[in-house]
């Protein structure tokens, strides 16, 4: 049997730890160096460019700029473990705030270093907004989804919505939310009944997956797979 990964396999699993999100700021370098944390996380290829990285979230398929597959841009840093809604992605996540639509993929970084259990979540390189043309609106929308999150923040205006990010302090103990809002299952086991791609790969007939089932409700819909026992 084939599993393909969730995302749902990381929530809480580095629970209590500091987590640091690289977004991509200017204040990057700088902002990392004052940065004391036990799991780091990129924001696409902007962190794992300055520095080793425990994971990549990715929620653009192609660079905005050199228009070629971001995984390409990522590999040429790290081989670390991509989270994100692409078939290429090693942790595939279909369910998060405000889906379907693709939010920046610095903001779902931090909604998910908050999922994973960071205490608190740390957000380095985070100020890029500004301007009439990039501001924090969006991130705002992020807000009530991270009330159960300590959040730091080492520079930048997102220090108008959490506070400043001080290695010295002190936190209350972690406290597993009750009311995480994802799905946790790891996945539903299926046999390929007709050739379907999954992920980006064809599997012949007669192959037996195990993948989350929020990516492949419309192939059992169509009962180009068919759910199995496991």
Same mark, same amino acid.
């Given at each position: 049997m084939i599993a393909l990964r969730s995302f749902g396999e990381l929530v809480m699993k580095h629970k209590g730890a500091r987590i640091c999100v690289m977004g991509g700021g200017p204040n990057l370098a700088t902002d990392i +160096?004052?940065?004391? +944390?036990?799991?780091w996380i990129s924001a696409n290829q902007h962190g794992a460019a300055l520095r080793p990285v425990d994971y990549v979230v990715a929620m653009d398929n192609l660079h905005t700029i050199h228009r070629v597959l971001m995984l390409d841009i990522i590999r040429e840093h790290t081989d670390a473990p991509i989270i994100g809604p692409w078939h290429w992605c090693d942790y595939g996540i279909?369910?998060?705030?405000? +889906?379907?639509?693709?939010?920046?993929?610095?903001?779902?970084?931090?909604?998910?270093?908050?999922?994973?259990?960071?205490?608190?979540?740390?957000? +380095?390189?985070?100020d890029c907004y500004g301007g009439k043309h990039r501001t924090f609106a969006h991130h705002k929308e992020y807000v009530p989804h991270m009330t159960n999150t300590q959040v730091r923040v080492v520079s930048g205006p997102l220090q108008e919505v959490w506070p400043a990010y001080d290695p010295e302090e002190v936190l209350p103990e972690f406290v597993v939310p009750d009311d995480l809002d994802i799905e946790r299952e790891h996945g539903v086991t299926v046999k390929v009944i007709k050739p379907v791609p999954i992920r980006g790969i064809e599997y012949p007939v007669g192959t037996v997956l195990r993948v989350p089932r929020a990516e492949i409700w419309r192939q059992l819909k169509h009962r180009s797979l068919a759910e199995v026992a496991a």
């Open positions: +160096a004052q940065v004391d +944390a036990d799991v279909t369910n998060y705030p405000l +889906a379907p639509r693709l939010m920046f993929t610095g903001i779902v970084a931090h909604w998910l270093a908050g999922m994973m259990g960071g205490h608190p979540v740390i957000l +380095a390189g985070y």
